[in-house]
């Protein structure tokens, strides 16, 4: 894992047979980070920052959230994500970090200390709380509703739902005057976040969540011999429930902590700068899995899928605008060509970083994913709306790219196409009601039904199109998750004459052959 100052940088591991994904920022004695349910380190990142000038700040995505693979069925409690820390903390390591983890991260935090004490440097609790067994069984079974597509789309307006009240009752579904938080909503923006962060982890958001829950009862701390502090913030959702924790009795350091979420960072900083953390001989590091990967590009992380063997030939396949690799499947013809199949996500879609840019900036990134995997020889096949990337890459990579193939554009007549270079998308600016999330359903579902979405009517009826519901959720997401000018991006796609978002035209090298397929 390289390092690079501050700079937040992202890496597979594989534990046990499954990757885990994490974030790395910072230098110094290192510290653990686990994220609350049903999110993922994302929501770590302003916690490690703060902290990240002294210490080496590892953000690990629990299994089955963010991009983790989970643990499996039927599990009730958190003894596999014990296991699971402990592999993941062997497999990097890191012999005997800090541990910082808030709600459901609090609890596993817990839970390993109690078994692994010797590994465990200090313990900060944040978002820690202690219910009682008829409380945790009055509430689960509605607190962690399931979180399965619906034909109609109406599970995404549930989702947004749950996570916009979070911030306004606890528990979220007791709507309640009792129940009422004294909190300001989010920005849309940021409930959009949290959502697409329960689509990922689908119905598996409630595993950790509900084995955390089960967790946090009388007596959870009894037992700690490691230091531990907890975080009482006043302007927590649960703080009520905190201050039943910190309560009882135990040995466990309270600090409590009025002001924003800033005053929150600088107390766990403090904290942790006090703890006795043992400094690792070593700069941590663990090789990235050989088929996913996150690459750095001048265009931030791109994941990437590669399917095959090295060979003297690469196929570099690239997905459509507002897709992704999850979406796309596997490269089986090039698996039985022989060749290496690369397959990234684009920066902006799926779980690239970066924001979808011009035609050039976008084929920058991909020619670092060139030199980072050293391919030679490359055929680039591309669907029509990516063709400009493609032409873009071919042109600035020198000889590697022999090859383009692109699909072309679909035979919309006239009218459809200027209906839809004068409107090729809705509006899906985040919006505090969460109906962009539906206006997103329905572009999808229309592009099944209509040859032009924006023409609901003949003769563009469509009869062939895919309306399975678990086809049409998938392709949502990927579109929720595009960041960028979708807009933009998809007009100057449907023109042919178009330049690179403003920019000019790029063409394919000299040596790469052209062909339509």
Known sequence: MPFNGTAVTRHFVEVAGR??????????????????????????????????????????????????????????????????????????????P??????????????FAKQFPARVAALVLDAAALFSPSEIE????????????????????????????????????????????????????????MVLDYLRAGDGYRTAYAAAFRHEVPGALDGLRVPTSVIAWSQSSIAHYTARLVAA??????????????????????????????????????????????????????????????????????HPLFASTRVTGAAGHGRAHGALVVEPDLPGHGDSDGVLASHDDAAAGLEDVLDVLDLRNVTVTADWSTRRTAQA???????????????????????????????????????????????AWHYIRDRELFSAWCRRGPPGIRKDGDLSTPSLHRRTVELLKVRGEREAALRAALDDRAGDLGRDRAKPSPGARRQEC
């Open 19 to 96: 990757l885990v994904h994490l974030r790395r920022v910072g230098r110094g004695s290192p510290v653990v980070l686990l994220h609350p349910s049903p999110m993922s380190s994302r929501v770590m990142l302003p916690a490690a920052l703060a902290l990240a000038e002294r210490h080496d700040c590892f953000l690990l995505d629990t299994p089955g959230y963010g991009l983790s693979e989970p643990l499996g069925p039927r599990i009730r409690d958190l003894r596999p994500y014990v296991a699971w820390l402990a592999d993941t903390l062997d497999r990097l390591g890191l012999h005997r």
């Open 98 to 111: 800090a541990i910082y983890g808030q709600a459901t991260g609090a609890q596993i935090g817990i839970a």
């Open 138 to 193: 009055a509430w689960l079974p509605r607190y962690l509703p399931p979180l399965r597509p619906k034909p109609d789309g109406s599970h995404l307006a549930s989702v947004w739902t749950a996570a916009r009240d979070m911030s306004v009752f606890f528990p979220w579904m007791e709507r309640t005057t009792a129940a009422r938080l004294s909190r300001a909503v989010p920005p849309a923006a940021s409930v959009h976040e």
């Open 249 to 318: 009795p135990g040995s466990a350091q309270v600090v409590r902590v009025d002001g924003d979420v800033h005053a929150k960072h600088r107390a766990v900083l403090a904290l942790l700068d006090r703890a006795r953390i043992d400094d690792e001989p070593q700069r941590p590091s663990a090789p990235q899995p050989s088929h996913r990967r996150l690459l750095p590009t001048r265009a931030g992380f791109l994941q990437v899928r590669i399917h095959g063997h090295d060979t003297d030939r690469a196929v570099l396949r690239l």
């Open 393 to 439: 890459l071919a042109a600035r990579s020198g000889r590697r790219v022999v090859e383009l193939k692109v699909a072309p554009r679909p035979d919309w007549n006239e009218d459809e196409l200027a209906a839809l270079q004068a409107s090729p998308l809705p509006d899906l600016t985040p919006r505090d009601d969460g109906t962009h999330l539906l206006a």
